[in-house]
């Protein structure tokens, strides 16, 4: 069953819920036209979804008027202000509280939307989800996360992929056990395994931040960790959560990215540059549509800011509908699970064990 | 014209010259069968090399009769020590001195070779290297380096890619300054450009350490700095050389090959899912062929350990000939170039231009 088939039985299964999501419709390149044809998309898929548009009215009501359906489902809060791709997160802090971001995150905080999504600036986006949402207790720090294609098929969870460029050991920590309730929760998985992203160098195996982190993963009991992993196992899929900083999970999803593009501009060139390629290609079509489908980063758009009181998800700022209308699957996705008390009970117990671990540490010394 | 040709050009143009390199026959996966198959094949590119094989010698003698060419070129120094591949780099310098990987080296130092290569435990040769062969003057440390296929053709180098896990910002402008020379003299690249491997959110673009590199650089008369890139960049090849500390070079490499074994596999089963996907495969095979050589990771085999007074190669462990030949092609195109001089050359530039640039920072405060 692959994810969309998994997220349609979920929704059938909380069939009379209404849900409300609240949507930025003035983040990313393609702004407003992506997120309304987006919203059309998922509302066709999940025709219980009501959206709460937040931007310039005077574009987005004449794009409503053309979905029907979805102009029956939406409400448009008109606001001026936008945050820029380049603005500071701090600047977003001070003049960007009237914007569509930040009044689409303000829909959840309030309760009146289930969750926020937001095609627009990501630091701005998570330094006023950090104020407005505020995060989950026991976390200090919230994390991105996103779920990519593997060769043993099903996915991973990787995490943090941008919000910390600097991690601790506890921070770490977090991330693991913030991706391992998520790999159950929200994708199903049996007791997931966890890999800290290191190197394989032996001498290098590890700075003391990594190896103090998997010494504390190691022995806590609510975690099932693999141990050290490196760039290859990502998408071999040899652990099902995927833990580094923000700077090196950036850095590995953005070349994983631009590789996936590179072999698809080499086949299209293999396949165009000369006849015998070009009627390979016409056999060979409907297979490479597959692959590439499989691969196209629109279906694996949807990054979740995770251990926030509400659910924020961050679609890629130069995505099209279809992935726009993805992003809206993710959060409706996590919609349908108890995510936050669970992580907020997983917090509890590691600070019990790392308070214990502490002072074992100190009776030793 | 392609980088074999070029290389068989230059060769060409050195054609009174013998090569000598020394080999590590005992270093990787498949030693010593594929070394000397890879040397076999080296040979039969560039009829001029001699060998000289580190190893055991009553597996090297009969796998070398097989060969009766290769056989004639090499000759076998024979020894029992062998670095294994989860040997600290202390250790190996400690007990490792007798061993295949440091008695090629050793050939080298010595002026007995021209240059080696080595698929065994890369933390060991590096350290070895170091001892034996020692820096290039000005240079604190030594890089691994590697070229990539790129989307916009050609190809991008990438260092340091596991030696260093943390680096300051000025072995980062090393790492520049040797990458700069190393397209300039190697790949024949003009003027190359320089990118600094870093994350797109605006609040997080670069570590201090980052934004002090990018500072020299910019400042640095002896490069062509274009900025900041990020981790898409690389497969893209919006920059010449892709300058990052070693953590950060190792997770993208291994990420890059990671997500092409991905969509290769992607394809395979694409491809023999169904009777559609088979009589595609038949016609697209070819094409298919073509780009899964270009993408084949043995092609870009051999990884070049920079900043030392010796041309040392690092060939992947698990390669197979054809790859072990590509490293052996690597020594031998950094051997047509007068590498070092330039490294040396560049390293006093920059180092009249720190202490300029220190001076005026001292003025100003």
Chains 1, 2 share one sequence.
Do not use: W
């Not at 026991?138 to 996360?145: H, L, M």
């Not at 996915?155 to 601790?168: K, S």
């Not at 975690?223 to 050290?228: C, E, P, S």
């Not at 990215?257 to 006849?275: D, M, N, V």
């Amino acid at each position: 069953m692959n994810a969309d088939a998994k997220i349609v039985q979920k929704i059938q299964m909380n069939v009379s819920q209404e849900l409300i999501l609240a949507l930025d419709a003035m983040g990313g390149a393609n702004a407003p036209q992506v997120v309304v044809e987006g919203a059309h998309l998922a509302l066709e898929r999940y025709p219980r979804l009501k959206f709460l548009f937040f931007g310039d009215e005077k574009q987005l009501i004449p794009l409503l008027k053309e979905y029907k359906k979805l102009n029956a489902a939406s409400t448009v809060h008109h606001t001026d202000t936008v945050v820029d791709d380049d603005m500071k997160p701090a600047a977003a802090l001070r003049v960007g509280r009237t914007s569509s971001m930040a009044l689409a995150i303000k829909a959840v905080a309030e309760g009146v939307a289930s969750g926020v999504i937001s095609g627009g600036n990501t630091g701005a986006y998570m330094a006023l989800s950090k104020i407005l949402l505020k995060t989950v207790k026991g976390i200090s720090r919230p994390a991105i996360a996103s779920y990519l294609p593997t060769e043993r098929g099903g996915e991973t969870v990787m995490l943090d992929l941008g919000a910390n460029v600097a991690c601790d050991e506890l921070n770490l920590v977090e991330f693991a056990i913030m991706g391992s309730v998520f790999a159950t929760d929200v994708l199903g998985y049996e007791n997931p395994s966890v890999g800290l992203l290191n190197i394989g160098e032996e001498d290098l195996k590890g700075s003391p931040v990594l190896r103090r982190a998997a010494d504390y993963l190691k022995n806590y009991p609510g975690i099932n960790f693999y141990g050290f992993i490196e760039g290859n196992d990502i998408a071999k899929g040899t652990v099902d959560v995927v833990v580094t900083d923000g700077f090196t999970g950036n850095v590995a999803l953005k070349t994983l990215e631009g590789t996936a593009r590179l072999i698809r501009s080499f086949l299209k060139e293999g396949f165009s540059g000369s006849l015998i390629g070009k009627i390979g290609y016409f056999f060979a079509l409907p297979t490479l549509r597959l692959v590439f489908q499989r691969m196209n980063p629109s279906r694996y758009n949807g990054a979740i800011f995770l251990g926030l009181n509400g659910i924020a998800i961050k679609s890629h700022g130069s995505t099209d509908a279809l992935g726009f209308s993805n992003a809206i699957s993710v959060a409706v996705d996590m919609l349908s699970h108890g995510f936050k008390a669970q992580i907020e009970k997983n917090m509890e117990d590691v600070k019990v064990f790392l308070a214990q671990a502490e002072l074992e540490v100190k009776t030793q010394g």
